[in-house]
């Protein structure tokens, strides 16, 4: 879609620009609780120029102040912030980062979002959004609806010390989640980062202290949908080994959770809540479906009690899980059974 003009578009790109603009609104409103008084940067690139416009016009529609910075194509993929960015940061409350997702910047993203929560600033995390995910997907969902539940299921958590995570297809692993406070991106608070399209909630499991087998028959975080699934044998919350008949997979892996010391240690336990998301390929939005959850390995130190400070974070998602928690009185309860919430 060719958003440089949107006054001398087809009448249908104008449709979608408007469309997509009222989704970017719902999410400015609701989730990043965007105000008249505040201004918004949006940072995005060529390919998704239409969404970033549209969160311009979304956030212009609420009274705010908005602007655009496009990424460098000619020099992607990103290592590092370009150095004309750095100085446009300061004034802003409110960042969405709507671009595409290349597994290569994955360090630079998290560079931007270090530097963007610098400021105190609301951060609208969405590498590799799609106008589909806009116009029928996850950021079509009710968010104060998805609150409600990310508060229960939150709740559920108080007093936690561990999660036994099992699935029909295999998984069993038990994550030390004690003093690990739970976060939702279903309301970013000032400092915080979240992702749109939201819909999930997460923690930061205790770093060396994890057991177990992850059965990975979702996707991947920047490699999309897995075709043979994927088995993660964990260790003292680190990668002990990777298995799967797709050996081309197993190798990226490898790759990917190789590029530093705590690259292969545990960062992450998302559970998905969004009943519009659905499963794609593209973990920004499979992340957040309901009926599913996900272990991450890598950088958790932007979490509560996160001690990772990998420069990347990778994301393997599967279907379907039973959630048993222990409690510090040594009681324990399902909260989830079977992909289904059960408090």
């Known amino acids: 879609m060719n958003s440089e003009n949107i006054a001398n578009g087809s009448p249908d790109e104008k449709d979608q620009i408007d469309m997509m603009a009222s989704r970017a609104e719902n ?3 609701f989730v990043l609780s965007l105000k008249d008084t505040d201004s918004v940067l949006i940072i995005t690139d060529e390919s998704k120029k239409a969404i970033g416009k549209a969160f311009e016009y979304g956030a212009k529609k609420l009274g705010a102040k908005a602007s655009s910075y496009l990424l460098p ?10 150095t004309d960015l750095h100085p446009l940061f300061e004034g802003h ?8 997702g290349f597994a290569k910047e994955t360090p630079f993203r998290i560079k931007l979002i270090k530097r963007q929560q610098s400021f105190g600033a609301r951060i609208g995390h ?16 009710n968010y104060e609806e998805i609150a ?55 923690c930061a499991p205790v770093e060396d202290d994890a057991e177990g087998m992850i059965l990975v028959n979702g996707s991947i975080g920047d490699l999309g949908g897995v075709k043979r699934p994927l ?9 002990a080994s990777l298995e799967s008949e797709d ?8 790759e990917l959770t190789s590029l530093d010391d705590m690259a292969s240690v545990i960062g992450e336990l998302g559970i998905g809540l969004n ?32 001690c990772n400070n990998s420069k990347t974070h990778r994301d393997f998602l599967f279907y379907d899980p039973t959630f048993e928690v222990e409690y510090e009185d040594g009681s324990k309860r399902i909260v989830i059974q079977d992909g289904k919430v059960v408090v």
């Not at 050996?247 to 490898?254: D, F, G, H, I, P």
């Not at 390929?281 to 479906?289: C, H, P, R, V």
């Open 27 to 29: 999410a400015l409103r």
């Open 247 to 254: 050996e081309t997979l197993v190798s990226k892996v490898k």
């Open 93 to 100: 409350q409110v960042f969405v980062n709507a671009f595409s």
């Open 275 to 306: 009943p519009k998301a659905r499963l794609t390929g593209n973990l920004l939005e499979d992340e957040k479906a309901g009926g599913t959850a996900h272990i991450a390995f890598g950088y958790n130190e932007n979490m509560p009690g996160g």
């Open 148 to 202: 409600e539940n990310a508060k229960r299921l939150m709740a559920a958590f108080s007093k936690a010390i561990s999660a036994h995570i099992t699935t029909s297809e295999g998984t069993d692993i038990t994550l030390n989640i004690a003093e690990r406070k739970f976060e939702t991106d279903a309301w970013i608070m000032p400092g915080n980062m979240g992702n749109l399209p939201a819909g999930e909630i997460w």
């Open 231 to 239: 088995k993660i044998i964990v260790k003292d919350g680190k990668i």
């Open 73 to 82: 194509e000619n020099k992607r993929p990103l290592d590092e912030i370009p």
């Open 126 to 141: 969405a590498p590799g959004i799609t106008e589909d995910m806009m116009l029928k997907g996850p950021m079509t969902a």
